[in-house]
């Protein structure tokens, strides 16, 4: 992976193709009358999904392989300060902290709409993770997680820990973290109703009925990604309980839909952030938009602890040695946060 001169305009950080990172100079990008340009603070690498880009390590003809073209500009976790507005921009101010789905690069433009400010008691390194938490709460959302429900989570990256502690806010008891790494199930929040396991350890299923005190779970989130331990995930789902794909798995699931699905009668819901709806609407009022907000409402008031997920904190000029490190071995990596 290279480096270039970062001593210029708008340093930007570009996967040229598999396997390497450039920090490209590029120019400061123009609002658009209807536009906001931000100066970038912080920025969250999304080790999942751009990992997988960089990595190109995906199933020919998938729709993984037709989203990546090199070179591509990574990042969607933007937080920074408007220093320059367009014409007809109103509601946005200069000065004013915004989280956006900008990329990695020092500035920015956003629709003036797309913004979400940023309340004065949330820091930079909470804001970073709003991305993350959005897709987790309309996860949570879909799945009709109610209070006193039992909630099982595999995978316990950045989506699986605010799954966690989203299902746990929404009243879920217990909440069961399942993962291999015991470097992520550290990273549990040690509050009652809370528990961890590693499913090659630990008898999941025996697990969870402890936790329960008998029963399996109603709701099982997936958020591991890998399409070869999915059906696994089902041994701990109740009948009639509902499975919830949280990750963008990489490849296909051998699936039976008699035992897996039909018999236990079961409810596969997808949960992608693209399902979120485009406006308010009086049957669904739960825009990216709105869950954004409650999310800096949590960790405002300490609903939601989130800054203490942040296991990497870098300058953008440590980026191409940062991917090439998380490329090799991403098991001790959280919250990976670039500082511009």
Not at 90 to 117: L, N
Not at 190 to 217: H, I, K, M, Q, Y
């Amino acid at each position: 992976m290279t480096q270039t001169d970062t001593h210029t305009e708008n340093p930007t950080v570009v996967f040229t193709d598999v396997e390497t990172v450039e920090i490209e100079n590029r120019a400061i990008p123009e609002p658009g009358s209807d536009q906001v340009l931000i100066s970038t603070d912080r920025t969250l690498v999304s080790t999942g999904t751009e990992l997988t880009v960089l990595s190109g390590d995906v199933p020919p003809g998938s729709a993984w392989d037709d989203h990546i073209e090199y070179p591509f500009t990574p990042g969607y976790n933007n937080v920074g300060t408007v220093v320059e507005t367009g014409a007809d921009v109103e509601g946005v101010e200069e000065g004013q902290r915004v989280a956006t789905y900008g990329s990695h690069a020092a500035y920015v433009c956003s629709d003036a709409e797309a913004c979400r400010p940023i309340p004065d008691g949330v820091s930079d390194d909470e804001a970073v993770f709003f991305t993350i938490a959005e897709i987790v709460m309309n996860g949570v959302r879909r799945s009709d997680l109610t209070w006193g429900e039992h909630a099982g989570v595999y995978g316990l990256g950045l989506l699986g820990q605010l799954a966690v502690r989203v299902s746990q806010a929404a009243g879920a008891r217990p909440v069961v973290g399942l993962d291999v790494a015991q470097s992520r199930l550290e990273y549990l929040p040690d509050a009652p109703g809370v528990t961890g396991a590693n499913p090659l350890e630990d008898d999941a299923e025996a697990v969870v009925r402890e936790a329960t005190g008998g029963s399996l779970a109603d709701v099982v989130f997936e958020v591991t990604g890998n399409p070869d331990v999915i059906t696994d995930e089902l041994e701990v789902l109740r009948e009639q309980g509902r499975f919830v794909v949280l990750s963008s798995p990489r490849g296909e699931t051998s699936f039976d839909f008699h035992d897996h699905c039909n018999s236990p009668s079961y409810t596969i819901v997808g949960a992608h952030n693209s399902s979120h709806p485009s406006v308010a609407t009086p049957a669904n009022p739960w825009t990216q938009h709105r869950h954004a907000g409650l999310f800096f409402e949590y960790v405002a008031d300490g609903s939601l602890e989130v800054e203490s997920l942040v296991s990497h904190r870098e300058s953008v000029t440590e980026a191409p040695g940062l991917y090439e490190t998380l490329l090799a071995d991403r098991t001790d990596a959280m919250g990976v946060v670039l500082e511009w």
